[in-house]
């Protein structure tokens, strides 16, 4: 059974940074591109960042660039997101997803996701 | 870019139809297609239910169905159950940077 985990979620003051870890299991990983995806309370969902099969290209979404790493070892079949200089405006709930492999971004499976909270 | 247009809210009886529809430009919805549709139960993970406008992933019932006609994309939903009371949110490709964008998402109420 394909599976996704993350963790490492939980409150950070604004200003603290965080790395969010999503372990994956039932598939091979370094075949395959991955993603975050985050969703604030009570809004809709909002693309991250993705992170090619080998790691060697990576893009990010105007809100974060520069502030969050996505990175992966595929040795471990673990995929990571490290947040830096937190905002308020960060807090959500972060899910890790597969690319299904088509042209364009295809996110099937989806991790359980974990909350980030940002607040002093 | 900005999110792609869905309603906020649509309802139906159990045993009826709905569709809910998505609606982008020529840059996105329009463009291409490349439209996926995802449902989200409360306090759940998002699930694909729908990709490329209208091909369903293995597993997902054939009472969902996806088309496109312009820069409009539709999810329908036939023989409504009282588990497909969800949020359901679409995405697309999109020539701009960073290639994806989501839709605000639609509430589904089973009546």
């Known amino acids: 059974e394909v599976q996704l985990v993350e963790s490492g979620g939980g409150l950070v003051q604004p200003g603290g940074s965080l790395r969010l870890s999503c372990a994956a299991s039932?598939?091979?990983?370094?075949?395959?591109?991955m993603h975050w995806v985050r969703q604030a309370p009570g809004k809709g969902l909002v693309w991250v960042s993705r992170i090619n099969s080998d790691g060697s290209s990576t893009s990010y979404a105007d809100s974060v660039k520069g502030r969050f790493t996505i990175s992966r070892d595929n040795a471990k079949n673990t995929l990571y997101l490290q947040m830096n200089s937190l905002r308020a405006e960060d807090t959500a709930v972060y899910y890790c997803?597969?690319?299904?492999?088509?042209?364009?971004?295809?996110?099937?499976?989806w991790g359980q996701g974990t909350l980030v909270t940002v607040s002093s | 870019q900005s999110a792609l247009t869905q309603p906020a809210s649509v309802s139906g009886s159990p045993g009826q139809s709905i569709t809910i529809s998505c609606t982008g430009t020529s840059s996105d919805v329009g463009g291409y297609n490349y439209v996926s549709w995802y449902q989200q139960h409360p306090g759940k993970a998002p699930k694909l239910m729908i990709y490329?406008?209208?091909n369903r992933p293995s597993g997902v019932s054939n009472r969902f169905s996806g088309s496109k006609s312009g820069n409009t994309a539709s999810l329908t939903i036939s023989g409504l159950q009282a588990e497909d009371e969800a949020d359901y949110y679409c995405?697309?490709?999109?020539?701009?940077?960073?290639?994806?964008?989501f839709g605000g998402g639609t509430k589904l109420t089973v009546l």
């Open positions: 490329d406008v209208s």
């Open positions: 995405s697309s490709y999109t020539s701009s940077s960073p290639h994806v964008v």
């Open positions: 039932g598939f091979t990983f370094s075949s395959y591109w």
């Open positions: 997803a597969r690319d299904r492999g088509s042209y364009a971004e295809v996110f099937d499976p």
